[in-house]
């Protein structure tokens, strides 16, 4: 419904303004306005209750497989299964599968125990020469040959060297009286013993025994019992140098080749005197000094015992000693003259020395001495006696070896040299040896015995 106001204007004053009238009603509700600015966001509200659940959605991809899981618990036995049909035939078997790869090589195993030693090889053939080689050194003194024939006369050898003072003679007859002496007062004997001690030290002992006699007067000793002491205290001294510097010499021996070498350094290999009980030089004995070898005391067998011809022995039985053949004794040892040496100075020989050796060779053909190559083994080796009565052989002696053994391979003629080489000086030197492989047609030995010589 449309309304019409009419305004009517009249100009009249401005007038004052009244006052204010009283609240009007409430206007009708307007039309709808346009929507306003959008306002600033609020606040996030409180969660609200969990709504119902939805409906289950479709089925998603399969998911990563976990980890494997700790092994269960072993089950129990099953029930045996029903026995399955019979094969009537047998399958051929397949075709081996081709050769692998060679592997890498594996790492170094530990050293093995040492092998046992292996049999001794054949003897090869005979080599070509070799070059000459340089001349080897001097080598020990061999021992003294047989004696030659006698000489013509030689000619009269030039005046030896003064030999050494001789002992005092005997006291001649007394002499007459001589004139009366003058009467003097006797001195004191203590003041004569100091007189004679200054007079010793200025004029020797001679002029000691001068001025002593008239001082005690008839109550000395006199002339011949002085000489008589002063002549002991001479022959004392010259031991006494002899004993600290022997010369190797019968009548001033040393007690061991090595006691010489040290105080004659330069005496050369040789023939030499030696006393080893240092008593009565009547007993010394003449040996061969080895100063190459640092002073050996070598002794001899005799002729009897230095050796036997090559013989094939038809009388005697393999397995004997020495001595029980026919022709055989007991080995016994001289000095350089051929004298005996006694069992006193042999004792005391042993006694300054700590080590001894001696050589034995055995000539032989078809024939072992040591070892027994063909059989492999040392049931037929030679045995030694020892001076001490001891038997000595590969089974109980380490001190033996041999130094050469072509004996071994029984290939004909040939030799072996054994060596004892000792600390126990009682076993030296040997006196008798057993003799094992002989008795056959072709076969045959002989032996020689080398010297013994002691070190120390």
Request: glycine share 16%.
């Amino acid at each position: 419904m449309c309304k019409t106001i009419i305004v009517f204007c009249c100009c009249f004053p401005q007038g004052t303004v009244g006052p204010a009238g009283q609240e009007g009603r409430q206007g009708e509700k307007g039309s709808k306005g346009e929507a306003g600015a959008e306002g600033p966001v609020g606040k996030t509200g409180p969660v609200g209750p969990q709504g119902p659940a939805g409906k289950s959605g479709p089925e998603g991809l399969r998911g990563i497989p976990g980890p494997v899981g700790e092994q269960g618990l072993p089950g129990a036995s099953g029930q045996d299964g029903p026995p399955g049909p019979m094969v009537r035939h047998v399958l051929p078997p397949g075709h081996p599968g081709l050769i692998g790869l060679i592997g890498p090589p594996g790492e170094f195993g530990e050293k093995g125990d040492r092998g046992l030693p292996g049999p001794q090889g054949t003897a090869g053939g005979k080599g070509e020469a070799g070059a000459s080689g340089p001349q080897g050194p001097l080598g020990p003194p061999g021992p003294p040959g047989l004696s030659g024939p006698l000489g013509q006369k030689g000619s009269k050898g030039s005046t030896g060297s003064a030999g050494q003072k001789g002992d005092t003679g005997l006291i001649g007859p007394p002499g007459p009286p001589g004139p009366p002496g003058d009467i003097i007062q006797p001195l004191p004997i203590q003041q004569a013993a100091k007189r004679t001690r200054r007079q010793a030290e200025k004029q020797g002992d001679k002029a000691l025994a001068e001025q002593a006699l008239p001082d005690y007067g008839v109550d000395g000793l006199g002339m011949e019992g002085m000489e008589d002491v002063f002549g002991s205290l001479n022959n004392l001294k010259q031991d006494i140098e002899r004993m600290k510097f022997p010369m190797g010499t019968q009548d001033n021996p040393a007690r061991t080749c090595n006691d010489l070498h040290l105080s004659q350094p330069n005496y050369p290999d040789g023939e030499y005197w030696i006393d080893p009980n240092q008593g009565c030089i009547g007993d010394s004995i003449k040996v061969l000094c080895n100063f190459t070898a640092g002073g050996e005391t070598c002794i001899f067998p005799d002729k009897k015992s230095a050796g036997v011809r090559i013989s094939n022995w038809p009388k005697e039985s393999p397995g004997s000693w020495f001595s029980e053949f026919k022709r055989g004794k007991i080995l016994s040892y001289v000095d350089m003259a051929e004298n005996t040496i006694n069992t006193v100075q042999m004792t005391f020989l042993k006694l300054l020395s700590s080590s001894a050796r001696q050589n034995f060779t055995y000539i032989c053909h078809q024939s072992v001495a040591w070892y027994d190559a063909k059989a492999d083994n040392y049931d037929k080796a030679l045995r030694f006696l020892g001076s001490n009565d001891e038997e000595m052989s590969y089974d109980n002696n380490p001190f033996i070896k041999p130094l050469m053994d072509s004996c071994s391979l029984k290939q004909g003629y040939s030799k072996t040299v054994m060596e004892i080489n000792t600390p126990r000086i009682d076993q030296l030197p040997i006196i008798d040896v057993m003799l094992n492989d002989f008795g056959e047609s072709n076969q045959r030995f002989g032996f020689e015995v080398g010297p013994v010589c002691f070190l120390g």
